[in-house]
């Protein structure tokens, strides 16, 4: 009904009106409105101008007036004196700068926020003793239930590492993939591992050991066998892996070989063998040989030629092309 922006500029805090204090205050805004519209309307005319200037300090005065009503106090800057801000389902949506001190736009006495309008106060929110009491047990229930909860789980979850070998609860303590570390996040939510997880993480674990027992026995064959030679030489070995590589001539393919003494190579396959060439495959080529600037037991082929594959032997249990 009331242009608020006008009105909170007439005095220096908004406030919380009565019904009647609207009742005086909305006649005399309207007239202020038609003095300025008058004003407006004719510039030139004096008269209009100190009509207008007449008409809106009758209302300024008349304002704060109301304002300072002893039984009219400062409202809420957060809500504007109706008592809740907010959506409902965030604690009723009752305004947190009021501190629950109005009711469903009601302030209450006491509060630093009141209304002359007695017949519309309520009672204040309070708690009775009973409803206290309940209140509190049923917090320190639901704590205990949770603590209960919490305790099972760290217990379950201690029970499921203790079935595991020692090599699997070093991969969930220190995942090496996306794998292990979905199974160490399902281990700390859930407690537990499913049958078909534990039997790949173990599975897993055992080729792990594998690796590392056969990665620290060609280390030592390296070691004992000492740096590599550079210089054009003939290489023979095992392929470890072949892949194409994307280059500025175009696409080659390239494989990593694994030699009989633990040094390892990486070259193009060359091209007699580029289309038979796969792991587990032993090769025998002329190349020249390239050392690693840092690791002394890799090196790098270059211009390989005479290569002769002979295939991986087939598993007994293999069956017939």
């Not at 009647?20 to 909305?26: I, K, Q, Y």
């Not at 099972?152 to 303590?173: D, G, N, V």
């Amino acid at each position: 009904m009331m242009n608020l922006k006008v009105v909170k500029e007439g005095h220096p805090f908004p406030y919380f009106p009565t019904r009647e204090g609207v009742a005086r205050l909305v006649p005399l805004f309207e007239a202020a409105e038609a003095a300025i519209a008058a004003w407006k309307a004719a510039p030139a005319a004096k008269a209009a101008k100190v009509a207008a200037k007449a008409a809106i300090t009758a209302f300024r005065a008349a304002e704060k007036a109301e304002a300072a009503d002893p039984g009219i106090g400062q409202t809420c800057f957060r809500c504007g004196g109706r008592g809740f801000f907010g959506p409902a389902c965030v604690f009723g949506g009752v305004c947190f700068d009021c501190g629950r001190q109005t009711i469903y736009g009601t302030p209450v006495p006491g509060s630093g926020i009141v209304t002359a309008s007695a017949r519309n106060v309520r009672a204040p929110l309070t708690e009775t003793p009973e409803e206290e009491s309940k209140r509190i047990r049923k917090m320190e229930a639901f704590v205990a239930e949770k603590a209960a909860k919490e305790a099972a789980k760290a217990e379950k979850r201690a029970a499921a590492l203790a079935a595991l070998s020692p090599a699997a609860r070093e991969l969930l303590a220190h995942p090496t993939s996306d794998f292990f570390r979905s199974l160490a996040e399902g281990v700390d939510k859930y407690g537990s591992l499913t049958p078909r997880q534990v039997e790949a993480l173990e599975a897993a674990a055992v080729r792990d050991a594998a690796r590392k027992v056969e990665r620290d026995a060609q280390a030592a064959s390296a070691a004992a066998a000492g740096p590599i030679a550079a210089g054009r030489r003939e290489v023979s070995g095992r392929i470890l892996s072949v892949k194409e590589k994307e280059t500025d001539f175009g696409i080659t393919v390239k494989m990593l070989v694994l030699a009989d003494n633990g040094h390892k190579f990486y070259g193009t396959v060359p091209a007699n063998i580029v289309m038979e060439a796969k792991p587990g495959d032993c090769v025998t080529l002329t190349a020249t040989v390239e050392p690693s600037a840092t690791d002394p037991a890799f090196a790098f082929l270059s211009r390989p030629t005479k290569a002769v594959l002979t295939p991986a032997e087939a598993p007994a249990d293999a069956p017939a092309a």
